[in-house]
């Protein structure tokens, strides 16, 4: 258990249980024996270590913002299960009873979404469909990592989210000049804090979302 830990250093301040980090590695090796089959992340980070650092622990660090007393959460375009299930995992071990939805059209990641969530004994439920084509969606949360522009993103809450609480997001390196591009037109709160996996990277939380006349 200790190496285990170890392997999970940067999360040491974010209080999670050794019943996570077990979850965590279970579904560590449920992905990359089904990426030996569809590619759902990089063959070479499938192969190493920094597999835990740039998947696992980059999606874990939201829980702060994950607002936990939501019936539902939502991650808008979760393939692989980054975040969506990385956050049902330690919302499972929270001992809480928000539910994870998570979006995807492909049917071949839906499909191991659902074989995780059943292994795993995770509160979510899978959705195969486009996320584009969905109408008056009701969220706490909602998250999104690698999936879409800025702009794109607040654009679909927007318009097809009647309510939600905040959304998450994963800035990359040119996300300062991307964030100032996009607050030309969009108008919203959010709170920036430094990514604790990548130098280059931040969290945006996000609320209030509007367009700019």
């Known amino acids: 258990m200790e190496e285990i830990l170890k392997k999970y250093s940067l999360l040491k301040d974010q209080n999670v249980s050794r019943e996570t980090f077990v979850d965590f590695e279970s579904f560590i090796a449920m992905l990359k024996e089904r990426n030996e089959q569809i590619n759902m992340i990089s063959k070479e980070t499938a192969k ?8 696992i622990v980059d999606s874990a660090q939201i829980i702060e913002f994950v607002d936990l007393n939501s019936i539902n959460i939502t991650d808008i375009g979760s393939g692989g299960g980054m975040p969506g299930i990385i956050i049902a995992i330690m919302i499972k071990n929270l001992k809480n009873d928000a539910k994870v939805h998570l979006y995807d059209k492909s049917h071949h990641k839906s499909a191991f979404l659902r074989k995780v969530s059943r292994d795993l ?44 609480k905040n959304l998450i997001l994963f800035m990359g ?34 609320k209030n979302i509007k367009k700019k006349n």
């Open 173 to 206: 390196k040119n996300g300062e000049k991307i964030l100032e591009e996009t607050l030309k037109k969009w108008d919203f709160d959010f709170e920036k804090k430094k990514s604790i996996t990548s130098q280059d990277s931040f969290l945006l939380n996000i």
């Open 48 to 55: 190493n270590e920094v597999i835990r650092d740039r998947h």
């Open 121 to 164: 004994r995770l509160n979510t439920e899978v959705i195969q469909e486009n996320i584009f084509e969905a109408q008056n969606l009701q969220s706490g949360t909602i998250m999104a990592r690698a999936f879409k522009p800025l702009p794109v993103v607040l654009d679909l809450v927007y318009k097809n989210f009647s309510s939600y």
